[in-house]
Every structure is written in C-alpha cells, then in structure tokens.
C-alpha cells in the first residue's frame, strides 16, 4: 500500500476546517498531520480548541492532535487553507514561500493574476499558471484556490451549456446559507425569521470569479470569459445549502432537452481520473416541480453534486432554473479536496 501524503490544515477549528477534518478521516491519499488555528487556540488540544458543529465525531486521532500556531517552519508540504480572508493574504503566501503547496478557499489569492482558481470538472488546465508563480521558481511552493461557495454551484451548472451553446449574460439571486458565514456567523437574533439582503463582497466575487473560471489560457495567463453576470446575495435562515435563481441568455439557441441532457451527460477530468471526491455526476437535473431543496437535495453526490431544477422559458433573458450546492462541502473543504487530488494525479506534489 502506497504511504499517504501528510497534510496540514490552516484555519483547522472553523467551519471549513471541521470539514476538511471530517472529509480527511478516511481518505485514500492524505492524512492530517498538522493542525493550525490562532493564538487564542494554538497549543490546546484540538478537541479543547475547535467547537465542533458536525454531526459525526471528532476522529479519534484528531481530537487529540496539539494545535500548533500558524508557523511554517514545521508543517507539512501540503497544506489547506481554510482561514479568514484578511489573515490568509499575510499567511497564504508565508506558506508558499517557504516551499508549501496552498490549496486555499479563502478569496485572499484567488483574483491574483499568477493564481489559479479552479473548479477541476470545469478548468484544470489553468493549474498550468502555478508556473508564473515566483514561489514555484524560488522555493517549490504555490498557491491554488478554488471559488467562493455561491459561485462554484452556479459555475458547475454554467460551464457544459457554455461549452456547448455559449453564454452571453447571466443573471442570478442567491439564498444563502447562514453556515456561509464561520462560526458563529450571523447572529441568530439577525437572521431568524429574516431575509438579509446583503453579504458584504459576495455579489463581485460571484461576478469576477465566475468570468475568471470560465475563461481560457492564454500566454500564461487567463482572459476573462466574454460574458456579463449580474449577482445578488441574500442570507437566509438554512443551516447548510446555497439556492440560487438563474436566468441565462445563450450565444446559440437551445431547446429545454438539449440543455437537460447537456447537464445529464456532463462529465470531465475528475470522473475520468476516478479522484477519490468527484462525484459521478458533477451536475444532475432534478424534474421535480418544487426542487431542489437544501432538506432534501444537499447531500446529492456526498455533497459534491450541484443540483439543478425548474428549467424553464424566462421572459426576460431565454432560459431560468435552479441551483443548488453544498457551501462547506462542494463550496468549500471538497472543492479544495478535488483541487489538492488533481494536483496529484498531475504530479504537483512528486
Ligand atoms: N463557510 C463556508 O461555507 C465557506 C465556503 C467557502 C469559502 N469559505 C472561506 O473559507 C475561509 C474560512 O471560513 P470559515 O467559514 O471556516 O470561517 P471560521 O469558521 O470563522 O474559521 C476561521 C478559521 O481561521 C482561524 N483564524 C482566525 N484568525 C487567525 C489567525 N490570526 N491566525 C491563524 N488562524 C486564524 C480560526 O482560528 P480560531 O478558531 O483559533 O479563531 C478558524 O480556524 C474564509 O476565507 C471563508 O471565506 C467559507
């Protein structure tokens, strides 16, 4: 049996980094072997440290892991970086400097013109900009990110209809999940039995990062995918689960079956590598008239299923549907998961 790479967790104690623990215990081709967290955690057990907000347990081994502060010096070569956006910018490129490869969730890196962002079923070949990075020349090290969690659902859907119609404008409202938020989040007097109409740089990030993953490489780096996107974000009163309402208007018409059964036949670089986290169907098309649903629809694919329903004619632009996708799972700690799994199969990390 083939020894398992080490891997470090950075921002280990919070939402994602629960996930990443959770998603890690089993897996075939890592283990966690280092923890970080802040000052107010590091050197506690990671059971004292981290409030654990998942249904199945700390695993043993974990639980009783010491938190160490956020320091390269003895960390793993691999690490996954599930911190807040303004300490990932100052400790995502310490990291990478010191020889590490950072596969990030957090937006600090993932507009940098060097820094890949990528959803593995829809760009891998834009790892290919890790080679413009000075860390890679200097010291090995790199950063790749994967997208924000309301982007990644709505992207997965997007890209096997631009593939094949092209896709001049979109259009979309999301219904956010509080679990979006870390831990403690929004506070439960705030959002229960409300609707806030604001998460601060959630609309542009939507915008910019869904023209960038849609893009193409060119001269070593990638142009923007010609299209318009307009976002709104709401937050909502789920726990787990981003909703969105699309409306797209397409380069090329599309009849509601031939965009059904693109969806259906999507498959791409995960399925055909076998990853160990790709789902089999990275999208699937729901028929029922009232779905999808976060009570019902989030765990499609282990989580890592975008899930779309209600195709239908939109009035305004030419087609609207539903999306939804799981914002810690495949929004967060399983997008950087499938990211970390291709970059082995490419040899990243020999
Ligand atoms: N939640 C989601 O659905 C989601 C989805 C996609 C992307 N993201 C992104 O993923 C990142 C983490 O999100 P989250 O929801 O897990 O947030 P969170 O629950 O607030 O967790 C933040 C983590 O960062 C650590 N941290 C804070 N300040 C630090 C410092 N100075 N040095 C070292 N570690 C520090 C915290 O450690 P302590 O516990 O010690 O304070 C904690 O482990 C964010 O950038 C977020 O935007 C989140």
Redesign the pocket.
């Known amino acids: 049996m083939q020894k398992k790479i080490p891997v470090g967790i950075?921002?280990?104690?919070?939402?994602?980094?629960?996930?990443f623990i959770q998603m890690l215990e089993h897996h075939p081709w890592f283990e966690v072997a280092w923890l970080?967290?802040?000052?107010?955690?590091?050197g506690h057990t990671y059971a004292h440290?981290?409030?654990w907000r998942l249904k199945t347990p700390i695993p043993e081994r974990v639980a009783k892991m010491l938190?160490s502060?956020?320091d390269p010096k003895d960390a793993p070569k691999v690490i996954f970086?599930?911190?807040?956006?303004?300490?990932?910018a100052?400790?995502e490129p310490r990291f990478a400097e010191a020889g590490c490869a950072v596969v990030?969730?957090?937006?600090?890196l993932r507009m940098h013109a060097d820094v890949p962002l990528v959803i593995p079923e829809v760009n891998p070949d834009h790892l290919a900009l890790v080679r413009n990075q000075a860390w890679r020349k200097s010291s090995g090290g790199f950063a790749v990110t994967?997208?924000?969690?309301s982007a990644?659902g709505l992207v997965l859907a997007l890209a096997p209809i631009e593939k094949r119609f092209g896709i001049e404008k979109v259009f979309v409202v999301t219904m956010q999940?509080v679990?979006?938020?870390?831990?403690?989040?929004v506070a439960s007097l705030d959002i229960l039995g409300n609707v806030i109409p604001f998460i601060s740089k959630e609309e542009e990030k939507m915008e910019a990062e869904t023209r960038k993953l849609l893009g193409k490489v060119a001269d070593g780096y990638v142009q923007d995918a010609d299209l318009i996107v307009s976002a709104q974000c709401n937050r909502v009163a789920v726990e787990?689960g981003?909703t969105e309402a699309v409306s797209i208007k397409l380069r090329k018409p599309a009849t509601a079956e031939e965009i059904i059964s693109t969806w259906k036949e999507f498959r791409s670089v995960p399925q055909e590598l076998k990853l160990p986290t790709a789902p089999e169907h990275p999208v699937v098309y729901d028929t029922g008239s009232d779905r999808p649903q976060p009570r019902f629809d989030l765990d499609r694919g282990h989580g890592m299923t975008s899930s779309v329903g209600r195709l239908r004619a939109c009035g305004i632009l030419d087609w609207k549907f539903t999306v939804l996708s799981h914002?810690?799972i495949r929004?967060?700690?399983g997008?950087a998961l499938l990211n970390a799994e291709l970059l082995k199969a490419q040899g990243y990390f020999d």
């Open positions: 950075l921002g280990a104690t919070g939402i994602v980094g629960q996930r970080a967290a802040s000052e107010r955690s590091a440290a981290a409030r938190v502060h956020p970086a599930a911190l807040d956006a303004g300490i990932a100052e400790l990030s969730n957090s937006s600090a994967n997208p924000n969690c990644i999940a679990s979006g938020a870390g831990y403690p989040g787990d981003h914002n810690t929004g967060a700690a997008a």
